[in-house]
């Protein structure tokens, strides 16, 4: 709250700052300062076309609540690519970003989208952490025909064709620089049965829809790579205790649990999954890579060791692009990034390549989007291009196992599953 | 369900209602006195989290992190109390608008100055293994939480029936204009009931830390579950808190492994169906306004 309202208050001051500026400079052409009344903006947006006024970008992210850290690494990615580049991307001077935070409320998310779309009309939207929010803004931004490059949301419904576009569906508009939940949970499912013989598991996910679909995902190819799913739990979201639930993990048979967890819950889940003694037990913590992710790792160290995880990168994968990435960021903040920011590193990078394409003009919107969907780069996470029909990236998952080394615990990759392309509808 | 998962949950949830009842007990305890809602609990016991956090960082010690919180929460809950709260006194809106006020503001300081990562801190040297009990290992730190949840508890019922303060505690929650005109001072009285209930508020930050973490958002958590264990207990009272915290705690546990589709609500489910048997709570009273 505190947040929003200062960056209102701000962005009030900068408006009518703005309001000058524009008065003073439209008809002399480009403007620095955020567009102030929509005549004033129109007048400016018809002069740019030819001149290329600073390229707007408004980013969407959590600054507030338990997810702040999350907004914050993206920004500190965005801020590195665009300072790297001088803040210009394809010969196009970028304005500074407009960041705003989601709260992690769908509402929050509905109001800053609709600002970006009318008061800052912004060239392209990125950001975006929660799937909910994700999902609230979908049509907000298809019927603007606003480029929105989601950056972390992993909801399957966001890039796939759905009967009645409910809870949402993919947009010509909208494209996705992160992940979808089916590509961190179907492909360790078959892997776990084709790879590992694992013949059976127990599935134990956070209850809201991005844990529901990733349990669902690995089920059905565990089920037909051959594999049993022997049953299932749930804990709402934000669980402050977990015993009661490890509790009845530990008093069934099946060993092998796969779980989607992540932040604080996940850091409560594998302390108490070790005070219960789970892994003297024989009990195997498997699940999609947000559960083992280094904000998580960080705090509970070696107590996540053996877990076996699938997600697009790691911080000790090892490519060129990985490591000049890692020790640009590390250099610049002096803290290790994380893989929200490769997500927002990557969004950067395809709006760049795009960009560079047509030649910095976004005013072409289907121009811009098929270069959007041609763009090709090698990322940290090793080769990254969008799925023509879907907008979701087509990436390699990486198998990762927990180990300790030299006192730290650390995702060492120990397998990799090359090309893994979302189906695009729903599967059964 | 075999009796030794049912003796498991059933510590599993004794436990957590001790910690229920750890939380609530500041807010109880003001608000009885005071008869102020204190907002800002949640903000105290994430304060004091941080602090042992910070102790834990820096010494690796989690007992001095425990002395110190409460210390310092307190230290500040004492200074609120005259500096801000005292000039409010009886304007129940604008206390509850000041004691928001407050913790959005301690909650964005310790944005600032501790960074909004999540953390975590870790289990005390000594607590972090696990006996075994009825065939399974129950952790030792849960037992301790059950231990210590007792001690307040025994130690609030010594000082409330057996002490002064205990005697100007209840005439306080009974009068407190005829308290002050017997002579006594109301207003150190009110200002150090706010400081000792901010310093609970702390300590239950730094007992809860281990088990819950340590995270932006922790705050608003921690006020909702204290919120629901007073309104279930009964306003007001400290057997209240004790009350709520033990209904609550074990309903929930037992909830959620018996009936998981409906975890998400249950805990406010046991609100509805406690006030719509007893509307002031198991044990509240009617307070008679003047």
Redesign the interface.
């Known amino acids: 709250?505190?947040?929003s309202d200062t960056s209102y208050r701000l962005s009030r001051r900068k408006f009518l700052a703005a309001g000058g500026a524009v008065a003073l400079a439209a008809a002399c052409g480009p403007a620095a300062a955020p567009s102030a009344s929509p005549s004033a903006a129109a007048t400016a947006s018809a002069a740019a076309t030819t001149a290329l006024k600073p390229l707007k970008i408004g980013q969407l992210l959590p600054?507030?609540?338990?997810y702040?850290?999350l907004g914050?690494s993206m920004k500190r990615s965005t801020d590195l690519y665009l300072k790297q580049k001088g803040n210009k991307l394809a010969g196009r001077t970028v304005a500074p970003p407009i960041y705003e935070d989601e709260a992690n409320d769908p509402v929050v998310g509905a109001q800053k989208t609709q600002k970006f779309i009318e008061q800052d009309q912004v060239d392209v939207m990125m950001g975006i952490v929660a799937t909910p929010i994700a999902y609230a803004v979908r049509n907000a931004i298809d019927s603007a025909k606003m480029i929105f490059i989601e950056t972390n949301a992993g909801g399957n419904s966001l890039t796939r064709d759905v009967p009645n576009c409910t809870p949402a569906c993919k947009s010509k508009y909208i494209f996705r620089s992160s992940f979808s939940s089916w590509q961190i949970s179907a492909p360790i499912g078959e892997y776990f049965a084709t790879k590992r013989g694992v013949k059976e598991a127990f599935t134990f996910v956070a209850?809201y829809g991005f844990g529901t679909e990733s349990a669902a995902d690995f089920t059905n190819s565990f089920t037909k790579a051959g594999g049993k799913v022997t049953g299932s739990?749930?804990?709402?979201l934000?669980?402050?205790?977990f015993?009661?639930?490890v509790?009845?993990l530990?008093?069934q048979p099946t060993k092998d649990i796969y779980s989607f967890f992540s932040?604080?819950d996940a850091?409560?889940y594998i302390?108490a999954w070790n005070?219960?003694?789970m892994p003297a037990a024989g009990y195997k913590m498997n699940g999609a890579g947000f559960l083992t992710e280094q904000?998580?790792l960080k705090?509970?160290k070696e107590l996540a060791n053996g877990a076996v995880t699938s997600l697009f990168w790691a911080v000790t994968l090892d490519n060129a692009e990985n490591k000049a990435f890692v020790d640009a960021y590390q250099k610049e903040y002096n803290l290790l990034p994380d893989v929200f920011a490769v997500q927002a590193w990557d969004g950067m990078n395809a709006l760049d390549l795009a960009l560079q394409a047509v030649k910095g003009d976004t005013s072409n919107k289907d121009a811009f989007i098929a270069a959007l969907e041609n763009v090709k780069f090698n990322s940290p996470r090793g080769a990254f291009e969008f799925d023509k029909v879907t907008h979701n990236p087509i990436q390699d998952m990486y198998i990762r196992q927990v180990a300790v080394q030299n006192g730290a615990a650390v995702n060492t990759i120990v397998d990799k599953i090359a090309r893994v392309t979302d189906p695009g509808k729903p599967t059964t | 369900m075999?009796p030794?998962?049912a003796v498991?949950?059933a510590l599993?949830?004794i436990?957590?209602g001790a910690?229920l009842f750890i939380l609530a007990a500041g807010l109880s305890l003001i608000f009885g006195m005071m008869d102020v809602v204190n907002l800002a609990h949640g903000a105290f016991y994430m304060l004091g989290a941080y602090i042992a956090l910070t102790v834990v960082q820096r010494t690796g010690q989690f007992w001095l992190g425990l002395v110190l919180a409460p210390l310092l929460v307190g230290a500040l809950g004492l200074a609120i109390e005259p500096l801000l709260l005292r000039r409010l006194r009886g304007r129940h809106l604008d206390q509850v608008l000041l004691t928001i006020g407050i913790s959005?503001v301690i909650g964005?300081l310790i944005?600032l100055i501790a960074?909004?990562?999540?953390?975590?801190l870790p289990?005390p040297a000594g607590l972090d293994h696990?006996v075994p009990i009825m065939g399974?290992?129950?952790?030792v730190?849960?037992l301790f939480v059950i231990a210590f949840g007792l001690a307040l508890a025994a130690l609030f019922a010594f000082v409330h029936r057996r002490s002064r303060i205990g005697a100007l505690i209840r005439a306080g929650v009974d009068d407190a204009p005829m308290l002050a005109a017997l002579g006594v001072d109301i207003d150190r009285l009110f200002a150090t009931t706010f400081g000792v209930g901010a310093a609970l508020a702390a300590v239950a930050g730094v007992i809860a830390a281990?088990?819950?973490?340590v995270?932006?958002?922790m705050d608003v958590?921690a006020l909702i579950?204290s919120l629901i264990v007073v309104v279930v207990g009964g306003l007001g009272t400290l057997s209240g808190a004790i009350a709520g915290g033990a209904l609550v705690g074990p309903a929930d546990?037992f909830g959620?492994?018996l009936f998981?589709q409906f975890?998400?609500a249950l805990i406010f489910a046991i609100v509805a169906f406690v006030l719509l048997l007893r509307p002031t709570g198991l044990l509240g009273r009617v307070r008679i306004v003047r």
């Not at chain 1, 600054?63 to 338990?66: D, E, P």
């Not at chain 1, 934000?238 to 205790?241: I, P, V």
Request: glycine share 12%; net charge negative; charged share 25%.
């Open positions: 709250m505190t947040d600054f507030t609540k338990v702040a850290e914050n209850d739990l749930k804990a709402p934000g669980s402050a205790d015993l009661p639930f509790t009845q530990k008093n932040g604080t850091i409560n302390k005070q219960l003694g904000d998580v705090e509970v | 075999s030794e998962v498991q949950q599993n949830g436990s957590f910690l959005l964005d944005g960074g909004r990562e999540i953390r975590s289990f696990s399974g290992d129950y952790p730190y849960r281990p088990v819950f973490g995270f932006p958002g958590d579950y546990t959620k492994v998981p975890a998400l």
